[in-house]
C-alpha cells in the first residue's frame, strides 16, 4: 500500500467528511434534513462521495474533482478537502511517532540502566585486583614461577592468592566486560535513535506536495440543458423510426 492509497482511504475517511460538513454546512448544502430525514448521515456520506471524486493518476499522484452548482464553492472545498486530509495526516503520525519515540526513550532507559549496574559490578572486582582474565592469567603465572625459583616463598603465597582469586571471578569480569561493551554500543545507537524521531516529531512537514491548486472552472460540469433536449429528441426519432419500420413490415405480411 502506497502513499496515493494511504491518501486516498484519508480523504474518503468519515473524519474528512465530517470536518467538511462542519466548514461548509454540507448536509444542509445538499438538501437533506438532519431532523426528518431518514439516517442523514449516511445520505450525507453518499452525496458526498457522488461529489467530491478522488482519482489515482499514471503519476503517482491524486486528482480531486469538486462537482457543485457553486463553481466558486466548489473550488475552495478542493482545496481545503485536502488541507484537511494533510491535517490528519500529520495527527496521525505524530500519535504513530510519539508511541515510537516513547519506546526508542524506555530502551535507551533500559541499556543505560544495564550500563550502569554492570559498570558497578566490574568496578568492584577491578578493585580485587582483576581485569582481562587471560592476560591476568598469564601474568600471574609468570610472577608465580619467577617468585618460586628465586626462592621468595612469600611473595609466591600472595600470588597465588590472586591467582586463586582470579580463578574465582576472572570468567566472570570477562563476560561483564563483553555485556557492557555490548548494552554501551546498543544505548548509543538508541541515544541517536530517539534525537532522531524527536527531531521528526517537531518538525510540521507537510504530507503532500501539491502540483496544482484547484481552480474555478470556466463552464458546468454537468450536461447542458439542450444537449440533453437533443439526445432527447434524437431518442425520440429513432423510437418513431423504428416503429414505424415495424409497422410497415406487418402490413406486408398481414
Not at 189 to 211: G, N, T
Request: aromatic share 12%.
Amino acid at each position: 500500500e502506497d502513499d496515493c492509497d494511504q491518501l486516498t482511504q484519508v480523504l474518503m475517511s468519515a473524519e474528512i467528511k465530517d470536518m467538511m460538513n462542519k466548514k461548509f454546512n454540507l448536509m444542509a448544502h445538499y438538501g437533506i434534513d438532519s431532523v426528518k430525514t431518514a439516517y442523514p448521515k449516511e445520505k450525507y456520506y453518499n452525496a458526498f462521495e457522488d461529489n467530491f471524486r478522488f482519482q489515482r493518476t499514471e503519476y503517482k499522484s491524486i486528482k480531486i474533482s469538486v462537482l457543485d452548482i457553486d463553481k466558486e464553492l466548489a473550488a475552495k472545498m478542493a482545496n481545503d478537502v485536502v488541507a484537511y486530509a494533510d491535517s490528519l495526516i500529520w495527527r496521525m503520525r505524530k500519535s504513530r511517532g510519539q508511541k515510537a519515540y516513547d519506546l526508542a526513550q524506555f530502551e535507551y532507559a533500559r541499556f543505560d540502566s544495564i550500563t550502569k549496574t554492570t559498570t558497578d559490578s566490574m568496578n568492584k572486582l577491578t578493585k580485587l585486583g582483576l581485569y582481562d582474565y587471560k592476560v591476568l592469567s598469564k601474568d600471574l603465572n609468570k610472577a608465580y614461577y619467577s617468585a618460586l625459583l628465586k626462592g621468595k616463598t612469600d611473595l609466591a603465597n600472595k600470588i597465588k592468592q590472586r591467582m586463586d582469586l582470579s580463578a574465582k571471578y576472572g570468567i566472570a569480569y570477562d563476560e561483564l566486560n563483553l555485556k557492557l561493551i555490548h548494552n554501551v554500543e546498543q544505548r548509543s545507537a538508541m541515544f541517536y535513535k530517539v534525537q532522531e524521531i524527536k527531531a521528526e516529531l517537531e518538525q510540521a512537514l507537510p504530507s503532500k506536495f501539491i502540483v496544482e491548486s484547484a481552480r474555478v472552472s470556466e463552464k458546468k460540469a454537468y450536461p447542458r440543458k439542450s444537449l440533453i433536449v437533443l439526445a432527447s429528441t434524437v431518442s425520440t426519432f429513432f423510437l418513431t423510426l423504428i416503429l414505424l419500420i415495424f409497422v410497415d413490415t406487418v402490413k406486408k405480411y398481414f
